[in-house]
């Protein structure tokens, strides 16, 4: 079992110079782009400059999140804002963001600062709120502590909860090996594998629905912000900064705690309420 307030949820949290480079399979090196009017490509072209394959292009093309090309008579031409859009989308897919929330986001960025974003798309990465070391299982081991082997439902639960990474056939990458030990600390006390897994989903759930919040409301404002102030500053002439976003290091890795402490602060309290609930309301049937 993983923690689901992980950044994958994930997620989905963003901000470059507060994390060490992205490695290669995050995000690609983006190459320096002339200014608007500047040459333009095929779409095969734009795939290979960016590493999206075509049809994916145009998916973005329908979904909205990328302008048609100019077309010269039935040619397509795409230019520098496609590119630069299309790598910080590029971004932000690897890192595990929806087309929705991408959407969203792009729709508030000002028209021409791409570049200027995706300085800080390099901040929102798969690992910025990671606390754990992963660690390598056998599907076919999940299942050990209750003295059996996993059937293929519960293994296909395990493969689509996202507390788990495939990286074979039968193996996985435990995202947090602390919750895989809380499951078999519930083994040890009878707890069927089946509710475990029924706990594991709610959880899951909930802290997802918490994790969007945060990152949508809280640390995608943030980030938005210093879009925002990128593109001001370069329509007064000056060239984008990479080091606006230093200051931002101290402020997200400050807020990463306070948003994994939340949950931790506030279920307890939440834990005893629902406890007392329940008594008093078998209570009531008694009597």
Not at 52 to 76: E, K
């Amino acid at each position: 079992m993983n923690s689901a307030i992980n950044g994958r949820y994930h997620a989905q949290a963003f901000v470059s110079s507060a994390m060490p480079a992205p490695s290669n399979s995050a995000s690609r090196a983006r190459t320096n782009r002339p200014p608007s009017g500047g040459p333009e490509y095929t779409v095969e072209e734009l795939a290979a400059r960016t590493g999206v394959s075509v049809r994916n292009i145009r998916a973005y093309q329908t979904a909205g999140l990328l302008p048609p090309p100019r077309l010269r008579g039935r040619l397509g031409l795409y230019g520098p804002a496609h590119q630069g859009k299309l790598e910080l989308i590029r971004d932000l897919r690897a890192q595990g963001f929806r087309l929705e929330a991408i959407k969203g986001m792009l729709s508030q960025t000002p028209d021409g600062a791409w570049s200027e974003y995706s300085l800080i798309s390099d901040l929102f990465s798969t690992t910025f709120f990671t606390v754990e070391t992963p660690r390598r299982k056998a599907l076919s081991e999940m299942a050990a502590h209750w003295g059996t082997e996993a059937t293929p439902e519960q293994k296909e639960r395990l493969r689509k909860n996202g507390l788990y990474r495939q990286i074979g056939p039968d193996e996985v990458e435990m995202l947090s090996p602390s919750l895989e030990r809380i499951g078999i600390q519930l083994a040890e006390l009878n707890v069927p594998l089946d509710t475990v897994l029924d706990l594991q989903d709610v959880l899951i759930r909930h802290c997802r629905a918490v994790a969007r919040h945060y990152v949508e409301e809280l640390f995608l404002n943030l980030a938005q912000g210093i879009a925002a102030a990128q593109a001001e500053a370069q329509a007064r002439g000056l060239p984008p900064d990479p080091q606006v976003i230093a200051p931002m290091r101290a402020l997200f890795e400050r807020l990463r705690p306070l948003a994994i402490g939340s949950i931790s602060a506030a279920f307890p309290v939440v834990l005893q309420q629902e406890f007392d609930r329940a008594i008093q309301k078998q209570l009531k049937k008694a009597r």
